[in-house]
């Protein structure tokens, strides 16, 4: 079994909790479920995540 990562917001020291974040790139919009700080409103975004995404929609507008 794996343990989560418990991510802590830096300012506030509370516990991030999930929320659904929704992010404009290039005239299209994508959905997704991010951590999000519940007093400062701070989201966290793992970089793994933004950079998947952003090359997948890099590639798809290439192949026009
Ligand atoms: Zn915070």
Redo the contacts with the bound molecule.
């Keep these: 079994m794996e343990e989560k990562p418990t991510l802590i ?1 830096s ?2 020291q ?1 516990e991030l909790e999930e929320a659904e974040a929704q992010f404009s790139y290039l005239n299209s919009s994508m959905r997704h479920k991010v951590k999000r ?1 519940p ?4 989201v966290y975004l793992p970089e793994s995540l933004v950079t998947g995404r952003m090359r997948e929609l890099e590639d798809a507008l290439e192949e026009k």
């Design positions: 917001c300012r506030c509370l700080c007093s400062c409103g701070q």
